[in-house]
């Protein structure tokens, strides 16, 4: 789906969730996603597309299954959307960076692991502005060979970055202002986190270019590329301020050379 000019709307993929929901009288598992991304794409500018990870038989959440990445799929995907932003959720896999579990770290979610890091590997490859949120930023980095400190407190010795589940709490956070991310927003920002677990080693071309006070990585890029950006923070969750997504609608809206069709 090439560009054709700028009267078109580019179409944004963002990951989802698969989990059981309510909703009225019906509880089943459900694709789902906080309306506060979709609400950031369409007033940036965008059409957001939920991506949730495929299924063999369409049941249950893909808590415990197999690995269903699909790479078919994922290729069909990233053919036909003009960007990718990987959004936040539960914690990636330790098994994906080599690693055993922390007592802290939730159970996989195995099928959206796969999925995930199938996309955004193919983003990369294809060089598909990327915008990666919260957990979207960890599967950035493990997608590219880096790993993940699974329980930040023990890092840092405080519950800052989520002070209590379900919560956003406020940071500041120093960016380089050399950097896309730095040139977006200044050379500082307060921004809402909620997460306990943090980028470690940085996989390739994983270039730091954000940090929180106490050391910990809040912001990436990945060099060579033309938009792939990772934020530890949730973005979506300010509504005054849509500069992420604007800049990312922007590259999208800018033709790429793509494989045919």
Do not use: K
Not at 75 to 82: N, S
Not at 108 to 133: F, S
């Amino acid at each position: 789906m090439a560009s054709s000019g700028s009267e078109r709307r580019p179409v944004i993929g963002l990951t989802t969730y698969v989990e059981a929901a309510r909703w009225g009288a019906w509880e089943q598992p459900a694709a789902l996603l906080p309306a506060t991304y979709l609400d950031a794409v369409d007033a940036a500018g965008g059409i957001a597309v939920l991506l949730p990870p495929p299924s063999d038989d369409g049941a249950g959440s893909d808590a415990a299954g197999p690995d269903m990445g699909g790479s078919d799929a994922a290729t069909t995907v990233i053919e036909r959307i003009d960007a990718l932003i990987a959004t936040g959720g539960p914690d990636v896999d330790p098994a994906r960076y080599g690693a055993e579990a922390h007592p802290e770290t939730g159970a996989p979610r195995t099928a959206r692991d796969g999925w995930e890091l199938e996309l955004c590997r193919l983003a990369l490859e294809r060089d598909l502005p990327l915008l990666a949120i919260c957990r979207g930023a960890q599967v950035l980095n493990v997608a590219r060979g880096g790993t993940l400190l699974q329980h930040l407190p023990d890092a840092v010795g405080h519950a800052g970055h989520r002070p209590a589940p379900g919560t956003f709490g406020p940071i500041e956070v120093t960016l380089d202002p050399a950097s896309a991310v730095g040139r977006i927003l200044g050379p500082s920002a307060t921004v809402l986190c909620s997460h306990h677990q943090a980028l470690d080693a940085l996989g390739r071309d994983v270039e730091a270019v954000g940090r929180a006070p106490d050391g910990t990585v809040e912001a990436v890029e990945v060099a060579g590329r033309r938009f792939a950006l990772g934020v530890q923070w949730h973005p979506e969750q300010d509504g005054t301020d849509l500069r992420l997504f604007a800049a990312l609608v922007a590259a999208a809206a800018r033709p790429v050379q793509r494989s045919a069709r």
